[in-house]
């Protein structure tokens, strides 16, 4: 069953993003609005995995679904950003299983409810 919804910002050819538990953006309509993947995210109960402040600012107006999970790394290399994420991407599920807006940052994660 889907529970990640990836941002067309993110890249889809990640292993870590390749299971039944993910789709993507891009996979649906590449040209989705905001608001349409929004949306899409509420009525299938999904979480949203961005590195778009957007979602990140409209989770704080609202109560799930959907959730959202923003990537707040800044500019890394691929392989780099692919380590860290791999490292930590199982707490963060957690998080985001307790809080509705998980921020991933290089150095810390943090849930705000």
Known sequence: MTKYLIDVNLPRYFSLWAG????HVVNIDDELKDSEIWSYAKE???TIVTKDADFSELMLLSEPPPRVIHIRYGNMKMR????HISGIWIDVCLLSEEYKLVRVYKDRIEGID
Do not use: R, T
């Open 44 to 46: 299938n109960n999904l």
């Open 20 to 23: 039944i538990d993910c789709e």
């Open 80 to 83: 780099e950003f692919y380590q």
